[in-house]
């Protein structure tokens, strides 16, 4: 307003206290300025609220007008953002058991982030929400709560859970330390360990002054040495060690230590370099010698390569920039160059000629293969009278080497490495083998155990290995993972209608399924067995005739001719041998009378 530019503009000069205030003013508006135009014409032809911003810009030391194009122009420079000095560790310098002296550890080199975090968005600008479903891979896609995933080690074709709290307890345990080890020339340092892609000072705190006059002393010494202290690091509460070198870094004004992360054994690369085979010429090293200093960079000063940006940085700036002032166009394309500021030499030229004159270059063209087809390679020798070519003998050619069979079945896919062991080893050590697998997948809550069982049960009726199977599953049923697959699948044992190597009536196989896997035929052979020793042959026939009416008890009783207790076999039964027979095969004989037309005899009975 009029009424506060005046005000402003006759206190400008004034001090206050002796101090004169500092005042930075930039008026920034449309045509403004112009360098074609005189100054005067310009604001003759502005608003009177601009002609005094304008004024009061001239009365300001630094004060200035501005057009939007000009603002634009200086804006879009680039400059280095300002970070604070922040310190990753705070602790004491270990030397021996009794030398702790204090430091803080500050990085000094470290690769830059980009400010801008990109999130997932649609055309129109509008945050995408993510939601991410896990499940197993099976059939059903049946689902997994994410909170009881584990992490799983691959270890060849087997997956190793590892839990939560294993995967906590893996976790190195050490506290927070910076411990010297010991010291060493630094010459037995090599160059290419001392090259990282971040450096740390460790210096002392700056208001502990006897702290910094032994952090000094300590670098000072080193650096007289010519030697450097190598000390195990770890940066925080269980972070895993580091082993790094602290390299003295003594100047006037201070004396501090630069810690440098040295390689382990595993990091190190063993590959060689290659030899140079011939030795360069005195004309080819003058030459070099020549180029090297025509383009030192000490001829530029105004170039300072502290002060070179990052051209993926300022690319990404360029184009955040453009999309946001023009949503519609598409980002034009630009080469690296355009983003990497680099001096210019042109002393160099004459250099780079020379250079090229002693070292003659020759364009060597490349040898194209040509194309050989079977009949090259095999074609018949017909110039020595050798009407037939070789041929290869099968016996010399193994089809399980070229295509690589399994020997052993993993839990990533059993199901696959199961088919291929048979045909490598044979149907019983692959099924024995698969056993194993089945037992492990449920012990550690793997998936596939329904694939695997359904597979083995096939291999076993197919490959007259009933028995195996039945063994194993009577075993493994009592788990409750097993239990639950074959009670929802109906996966049951192999009885004798389904395989000859089987022994089971399909009703054992039914019973077993049903009542939770006993054996039917073993315990009612057990329970008669003892009630004759034992003189209990009412309680066994009172069971018996009450059970008989079981489809299941019925048919193990008739295939097995398991019949009630008489009295010849036991004292305790009142039962004639005739009863006992006509009580498991009734059904028979009346159907044989019928046929006979006996009704007489039938009603007897």
Known sequence: RTRSCAVLSSGINAEYGGIKPQIIFKLIGPGLYDNERDTQEVLSSLPDNCQQMSRFCDQVEQGECLSTEDALEITGSYKRKKTRQTFTFKGCLEIGSSTALPVYITSKVQKAKHSQDFVTCDESGEKVVIDRVYHLNDEKQTPVDPDAMNKGYRYGKTYIPISKIDASLMAPQSDKELQLICTTKKSNLRKEELITSSANAVVAAATDTMGGAKLSAFAAALHQLNMVAICRYVKKRDATPALCALVPNVKDFCAALMMVELPFANDLRRGELPRIKASPTDSQLAAVDSLIDSMDLNSKPEYKATD??????????????????????????????????????????????????????????????????????????????????????????????????????GTASPVQNFLAVINKLGPKPACLQLCEVITSLVRHGGENVKECLISLRECAVREGLAVLFNDY????????????????????????????????????????????????????????????????????NDYLKEAFTHVTIKAICLEDKISLIHRDESSSSTLAPGEAEFFLNGDKICAELEEDDDDDLLDML
């Open 308 to 409: 070179a940006g990052d051209p993926d940085i300022r690319r990404r700036y360029d184009c955040v920039i453009h999309k946001a002032l023009h949503p519609d166009k598409p980002i034009p394309a630009a080469a690296a160059k355009q983003y990497f500021n680099y001096p210019t030499f042109d002393e160099s030229i004459e250099a780079v000629k020379q250079c090229s004159q002693v070292f003659p270059i020759q364009v060597v063209e490349s040898k194209k293969r040509l194309k050989r087809t079977a009949q090259d390679m095999f074609k018949e020798e017909e110039e020595n009278g050798e009407g037939e070519m070789k041929k290869i003998k099968k016996e010399d050619i193994r089809i399980d080497n070229l295509l690589g069979m399994e020997t052993t079945i």
């Open 473 to 540: 599953l009577k075993e493994a049923f009592t788990h409750v993972t097993i239990k639950a697959i074959c009670l929802e699948d109906k996966i049951s044992l192999i009885h004798r209608d389904e395989s000859s190597s089987s022994t089971l009536a399909p009703g054992e196989a039914e019973f077993f399924l049903r009542h939770g896997g006993e054996n039917v035929k073993e315990c009612l052979i057990s329970l008669r067995e003892c009630a004759v020793r034992e003189g209990l042959a009412v309680l066994f």
